[in-house]
């Protein structure tokens, strides 16, 4: 355990925080945080926890000034640049290889502090994959619990002395040299969702291609530690990287993720989650009353994964939702989504069945069956059901679109069908065969008594 010195007044402190200013740091390590309070007690001349605690219930902006110490926020272009180097040539080439030449590719770095690690990152994706793809393909997601440093991070605006790391080629590539400092290039900018999120208490993101959470574990005790790597297995795809700090070591007992390369700390996922271990995610969440949104969570995977097409379309005909299955099936690009549903393929599938417009589903599901759809392979069948999305007032906020695949049932119904009228030809055959036999009987018959009869003459 990281917690020799324990003591009741410095449990209160973190009491305060965690029930009263919504910040939970009881997973640390003890000795770290307590020298960053000590560090922030001494500034202030305070001599002990319990007047520490007063002075925080009493000025309000200390607590600011407090997580700022205590989340250490120092980070850097390519920190590391070796293993930088090495994620260039060795991973991203694999999750590039591992996709279509339009599927997106998520990533996602916990515990960003100011945005150079997903910054650096998406050099090196622009770089192998050109900066319009990226764009178009690259989805980031940036989180922190520090809601000041993420204002930063939005900025994406550095001074001289941060972009030292940065090689002078990329430098001009990437930034734009302003007033306020160089300025990260914008297109790529708007490929990242900042948004505050506590590694301990909030749900994790999912399908994630690549993970990195760099220097951010080494901060928590071990039991605490062994839960957010839980997380990071279930946020990542099963072809997905974990990329950790330097000094950062994983401590499980189970291989929920084997290294890849273990001095540039790069992991891919190994042995399945076990019960427990959903069960203990679960539990931890209802403690912090997140349950919902591991519920949400889950639905939307399911929904996302679920082997039969799916779309949400809104009142206003716009796509907003398609499932994995659905994307494969039809081969939706980023383009698509700018388009309403009725240009896209599957709506005009729908269209060419039933004349009826797509809002007029008020109340009750529809299944079309038969649906055609022509491909060089060949023909394949749907049952469409379209259902409305209703909300708590019944007013219509969109449909629902469910394309089961009836190719194979309709060419075994087809085959089916054959295999009758060949049955019908065959037993008609049957028949014929049956009278003529019956008939050639009856002469025969005939013939014998003849014999008979001619016979008892001569006699
Ligand atoms: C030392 S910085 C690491 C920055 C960057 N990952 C790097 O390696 O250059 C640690 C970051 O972790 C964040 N952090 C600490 N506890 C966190 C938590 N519970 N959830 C999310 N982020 C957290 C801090 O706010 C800080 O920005």
């Known amino acids: 355990m990281n917690s020799p010195q324990i003591t009741p007044e410095f ?94 590719i998520r990533v996602w770095s916990a515990g960003c502090a100011t945005g150079q690690e997903i910054y650096s990152l998406l ?9 319009e793809s990226c764009v178009q393909r690259v989805q980031c997601y940036a989180t922190d619990v520090d809601e000041a440093i993420l204002a930063q991070a939005r900025q994406a605006t550095f001074s001289d002395l941060r972009i030292t790391n940065v090689p002078s080629d990329w430098l001009q590539k990437y930034f734009q040299a302003t007033e306020q400092g160089y300025v990260f290039h914008p297109s790529l900018r708007r490929t990242v969702v900042f948004g505050r ?49 330097k000094s950062e070591t994983l401590i499980l007992d189970r291989k929920i993720f084997t290294p890849i390369n273990l001095k540039h700390r790069i992991y891919a996922k190994g042995l399945n989650l076990e019960l ?3 069960l203990s995610l679960d539990f931890k969440l209802r403690q912090q009353e997140n349950i919902l949104t591991i519920q949400k969570h889950f639905w939307q995977t399911a929904t996302e994964t679920s082997p039969i097409a799916q779309f949400a379309v809104d009142a206003h005909d716009r796509l907003i939702g398609a499932n994995e299955q659905a994307n494969l099936l039809f081969g939706l690009t980023l383009d698509d989504w700018k388009h309403p549903f009725y240009e896209l393929e599957p709506g005009k599938l729908i269209a060419s069945h039933t004349s009826r417009k797509f809002n007029t589903y008020p109340y009750h599901s529809v299944v079309l069956k038969d649906v055609q759809r022509n491909t060089p392979q060949g023909t394949q069948y ?9 909300n708590a007032k019944r007013q219509l906020l969109g449909i629902t679109l469910a394309f ?56």
């Not at 997580?67 to 980070?75: P, Q």
């Not at 049955?423 to 009278?435: F, G, I, N, P, V």
Request: net charge negative.
């Open 197 to 245: 999120h506590d590694l301990v208490k909030d749900a994790p993101m999912s399908r994630i291609d690549l993970l990195i959470c760099r220097n951010v574990l080494i901060y928590f005790n071990l039991e605490t530690q062994a839960s957010l790597l839980v997380r990071f297995h279930f946020a990542l795809k099963t072809t997905g990287f974990l990329f950790l700090g």
């Open 123 to 131: 050099i090196l994706l622009a770089e192998a994959i050109g900066i």
């Open 11 to 104: 449990e209160a402190l973190l009491d305060y925080l965690k029930h009263e200013r919504g910040c939970d740091l009881t997973g640390y390590k003890r000795a770290t945080l307590m020298r960053r309070f000590e560090y922030r007690m001494q500034s202030l001349e305070i001599g002990s926890y319990q007047g520490y605690l007063q002075y925080l219930r009493s000025h309000s902006e200390e607590y600011l000034a407090l997580l700022e110490v205590v989340l250490i926020n120092v980070t850097s272009f390519f920190r590391d640049q070796e293993t930088w180097d090495y994620l260039a040539a060795e991973v991203i080439p694999q999750i590039i290889a591992s996709k279509q030449p339009d599927e997106p």
């Open 382 to 390: 749907f049952e469409v059901t379209i259902a409305p999305v209703l």
């Open 404 to 459: 089961l695949d009836q190719t194979n049932c309709k060419q075994l119904a087809q085959q089916l069908q054959w295999a009758d009228a060949e049955l019908e030809r065959m037993s008609e055959c049957l028949e014929a065969t049956q009278s003529e036999l019956e008939v050639a009987h009856q002469k025969m018959q005939l013939l014998d008594q003849a014999r008979g009869l001619s016979r008892d003459e001569e006699s």
């Open 276 to 278: 427990k271990d959903h």
